[in-house]
Nanobody, 123 residues
Framework: QVQLVESGGGLAQAGGSLRLSCAAS????????VGWFRQAPGKEREFVAA????????YYADSVKGRFTISRDNAKNTVYLQMNSLKPEDTAVYYC????????????????WGQGTQVTVSS
């Protein structure tokens, strides 16, 4: 069992930055791949980024590639999402999720979810 808690959301101006954290508790978190997803009002949840259990491999949605960076510190049981050059269309609730296995981009493939953190980007 893995419990996930997101933090770091808030209000940012367009062009600004935020760093989200996903803190995990439970056994063997370092064995889990982690993904970030987001859901804007009236829209379906969408994939943002993912990282393998050892941090070696990462994958990004085209909409955030070059602006967002996912990383992890297994000693701290934490995964980060550094978001730079924010745009108003990045406004959403951001969720982290964990699963055993290779990088996955579909939300139904993830076993554990956090409660989400709101990110609002003003123009």
């Amino acid at each position: 069992q893995v419990q996930l808690v997101e933090s770091g959301g808030g209000l940012a101006q367009a062009g600004g930055s935020l760093r989200l954290s996903c803190a995990a508790s439970g056994r063997a978190f370092s064995s889990y791949g982690v993904g970030w997803f987001r859901q804007a009002p009236g829209k379906e949840r969408e994939f943002v980024a993912a990282i393998t259990w050892n941090g070696v491999n990462t994958y990004y949605a085209d909409s955030v590639k070059g602006r967002f960076t996912i990383s992890r510190d297994n000693a701290k049981n934490t995964v980060y999402l550094q978001m730079n050059s924010l745009k108003p269309e990045d406004t959403a609730v951001y969720y982290c999720a964990a699963e055993l296995g290779i990088i996955r981009v579909e939300d139904y493939e993830y076993d554990y979810w956090g409660q989400g953190t709101q990110v609002t980007v003003s123009s």
